[in-house]
Each structure stands twice: as structure tokens, then as C-alpha cells.
């Protein structure tokens, strides 16, 4: 008997897990948030009682993750946040879809990803452009094509690493 209810709270306790996600957050009232919570979301004074508690908890969790960042980290967020603002719907949506295809990735990919990234942002910003200019002259074959040497290249380099 013992062992069923050990069974039981542990199946409640799992199915709590899973279905926390979908309970909607319950609202914050203003006066509740911290002082510096209360200055990063100052514009959301007005219409905070209205907002969903979910997108209240997302909000406040993005004013304590800022909160959290270094001066340098916050110039960099800040000039993202601009950017993304001035991009057309479209060119948000493929980013959105971008950033999903990176999330599918393996740890593994991701990393080489980062990587490849930093390298190509600490080139001198003349070769970024024309590496930039080249890319968008490619026809799609010819991308695919690059995309594959490249891959075959790193994939030696690992295995000349290894042994």
C-alpha cells in the first residue's frame, strides 16, 4: 500500500511539472516589484494591473536579467533591442525562424555556430563587408556547395585533432 501512494505522488507530482507551464501566471500588482524593477519598467505603469500575469512574470524576469548583466552586456542588449525594433515584420519573422532552426541544433552545432560567429565579428569590418557582398552574390547551389567544403573541412580538422 505504501509503494502505491510513493507511485501515486510521484505521477502527481510529474504531471504538476508538465501542466505548471501551462497555468497562467498569477498577476503582480506594481506596488509588490522592486524599486529598480519598478524604474526598468516604468513605461508599463499605466497599463500593468491590465496585462496578463504571465507577460507581467516575463517582463519581470527580463528587468532582473538586466539587472543582472554587466555594463558591457547591457550596451550590446540595448543595440540588439534597437535593431530589432527598426527590422520590418518580415525580416523579424526570419530571425524568429532562424533562431528556432539554432535552437534544433546539438549543443555541439551550437557551439561552432557561436564560434564561427566571433571569429567572423572580430574581423576587420572591410572583410565582413566583403564577405558579405560574396554570400549574397552566390546562387543557392553554389552556398549549399560552400556549406559542404566547409563542413568537410572542419570535419578533418576534428579528426586531426584526435589522433
Do not use: C
Request: net charge positive; glycine share 4%.
Amino acid at each position: 500500500m505504501n509503494s502505491r501512494h510513493n507511485i501515486a505522488a510521484l505521477l502527481l507530482t510529474a504531471l504538476m511539472q508538465l501542466l505548471a507551464p501551462l497555468v497562467a501566471a498569477e498577476p503582480v500588482a506594481w506596488e509588490n516589484l522592486s524599486e529598480s524593477e519598478q524604474e526598468l519598467l516604468g513605461r508599463f505603469r499605466e497599463r500593468w494591473a491590465e496585462l496578463p500575469g504571465d507577460k507581467q512574470q516575463k517582463l519581470r524576469d527580463g528587468a532582473q536579467r538586466w539587472q543582472q548583466m554587466s555594463p558591457e552586456d547591457r550596451q550590446n542588449a540595448g543595440r540588439e533591442f534597437r535593431r530589432w525594433r527598426q527590422m520590418s515584420p518580415e525580416q523579424r519573422q526570419k530571425l524568429r525562424e532562424r533562431y528556432q532552426r539554432f535552437r534544433e541544433l546539438t549543443p555541439e552545432q551550437q557551439r561552432r555556430v557561436r564560434a564561427a560567429r566571433k571569429r567572423f565579428q572580430q574581423m576587420p569590418p572591410e572583410r565582413r563587408k566583403e564577405l558579405r557582398r560574396k554570400w549574397q552574390q552566390m546562387s543557392p547551389e553554389d552556398r549549399q556547395r560552400l556549406r559542404k567544403n566547409l563542413r568537410e573541412r572542419q570535419q578533418k580538422r576534428q579528426g586531426a585533432r584526435r589522433t
